[in-house]
């Protein structure tokens, strides 16, 4: 799960973006400070990013700062959980979720059609799972409770839901700040979610 490096002279070109700029969104906390890797190359130190993550958040800055302040960008890239509560009724009005899942996720978990941000992350995953066809609705219940059965690990900064599937079986883990996992040969990686870009997309649907 080795991703993808680029240098930051690369990035700079390749976005239009200034040197100010860039240490500037990571000053308000846009670009997280663990993305900015040092690494030794023959012409001594530099600094490297995750590609797809930094150009991704990049396009996301660009795209919005005309219509929210740099402020207002890091509160939505902040993968804190903030005091929210929506009915499931102004989740499908948002587009959030789908009236179908919604309804699935309510037969499933008892805790009323008032959902906080936590409730909401885990109806958004089985949302863009179900709605892609990469689960059928028991695997659906199986990463729902596994959820609600560790919503205080799910809350972590680098927290990542990987599902697998051998043999027609399948199961799922939450990954952790990232770490190399390997799995037996034959295994196939059903889907992997970063609950960080995840927060990101509940919370650009909710600022739309």
């Given at each position: 799960?080795?991703?993808?490096?680029?240098?930051?002279?690369?990035?700079?070109?390749?976005?239009?973006?200034?040197?100010?700029?860039?240490?500037?969104?990571?000053?308000?906390?846009?670009?997280?400070?663990?993305?900015?890797?040092?690494?030794?190359?023959?012409?001594?130190q530099e600094t490297f990013f995750p590609k797809e993550k930094i150009l991704d958040r990049i396009n996301k800055i660009q795209t919005m700062k005309e219509n929210l302040s740099l402020d207002e960008l890091a509160e939505m890239f902040s993968p804190n959980l903030t005091e929210l509560n929506l009915h499931?009724?102004?989740?499908?009005?948002?587009?959030?979720?789908?009236?179908?899942?919604?309804?699935?996720y309510l037969e499933n978990d008892v805790r009323g059609a008032q959902?906080?941000?936590?409730?909401i992350l885990e109806v958004f995953i089985l949302d863009k799972l179900l709605q892609s066809?990469?689960?059928?609705?028991?695997?659906?219940?199986?990463i729902l409770q596994m959820l609600k059965d560790n919503?205080?690990?799910?809350?972590?900064?680098?927290?990542?839901?990987?599902?697998?599937?051998?043999?027609g079986i399948s199961s799922c883990l939450l990954l952790i700040n990232?770490?190399?996992?390997?799995?037996?040969?034959?295994?196939?990686?059903?889907?992997?979610?970063?609950?960080?870009?995840?927060?990101e997309e509940i919370k650009a649907k909710l600022v739309e």
């Amino acid at each position: 799960m080795n991703e993808e490096l680029i240098s930051k002279k690369d990035l700079l070109e390749l976005t239009g973006i200034s040197y100010g700029q860039l240490y500037r969104w990571k000053r308000k906390d846009l670009i997280p400070e663990e993305w900015f890797v040092r690494k030794s190359t023959f012409t001594g130190q530099e600094t490297f990013f995750p590609k797809e993550k930094i150009l991704d958040r990049i396009n996301k800055i660009q795209t919005m700062k005309e219509n929210l302040s740099l402020d207002e960008l890091a509160e939505m890239f902040s993968p804190n959980l903030t005091e929210l509560n929506l009915h499931k009724d102004e989740l499908i009005k948002r587009n959030i979720v789908s009236d179908q899942v919604i309804h699935f996720y309510l037969e499933n978990d008892v805790r009323g059609a008032q959902l906080n941000l936590s409730r909401i992350l885990e109806v958004f995953i089985l949302d863009k799972l179900l709605q892609s066809g990469e689960i059928n609705l028991e695997e659906g219940k199986m990463i729902l409770q596994m959820l609600k059965d560790n919503e205080t690990v799910s809350k972590q900064k680098k927290c990542e839901l990987v599902v697998i599937r051998k043999l027609g079986i399948s199961s799922c883990l939450l990954l952790i700040n990232g770490e190399e996992i390997h799995f037996e040969k034959g295994t196939k990686v059903i889907a992997q979610l970063s609950f960080l870009y995840l927060m990101e997309e509940i919370k650009a649907k909710l600022v739309e």
